[in-house]
Each structure stands twice: as C-alpha cells, then as structure tokens.
C-alpha cells in the first residue's frame, strides 16, 4: 500500500507526537473504518496512553491510483464520540 502524506499531516504529526509508523499501523489495522465521503475516510485504531484507553483517528484521501493520502491525525480520549 503507497501512503502519501500532506504538510499538513505531517505538521500536525509533528506537534501531537504522531510517528509514521503509528499512522500507518491504524491504516493497516483500524477497529473501526468510516467513509466520510466518496474519497475520504477515517481510520480509527485504539492506543493505550499510560494506561489511559485512547483513540487514534487518521483522516485519509483515496487517490485514484491506490494511494492514501494522509489528511491529519490525532489522538483523543473520547471514545463513545468517535465509535
């Protein structure tokens, strides 16, 4: 799978401590996936944050040749919000 990642992706991976490996991780095993639209989606992978259960959430674009472009990442702790 070709993952791509945009500025802004990796700025805002950059200031939340995110790593590539971690994004691509929940691309590669979501417990939860939503399309938001025809070519956007949203990954969602559970973490452990000291001992705290969290969420991961990768926004990605399906480009036409296969490729998922990551738009943002984040982690939050409002599990019931986003499953």
Not at 44 to 56: G, Q, V
Not at 60 to 67: K, L, M
């Amino acid at each position: 799978m070709n993952i791509i990642y945009s500025k802004h992706a990796l700025v805002q991976m950059i200031h939340r401590n995110i790593s590539k490996k971690e994004v691509e991780q929940a691309i590669l095993s979501p417990i939860k996936e939503i399309q938001q639209t025809p070519t956007r989606c949203r990954a969602i992978y559970a973490i452990t944050n000291n001992t705290k259960p969290m969420l991961m959430i990768v926004v990605y674009d399906i480009q036409h040749v296969g490729a998922k472009e990551i738009v943002t990442a984040f982690v939050t702790s409002k599990i019931n919000k986003y499953l």
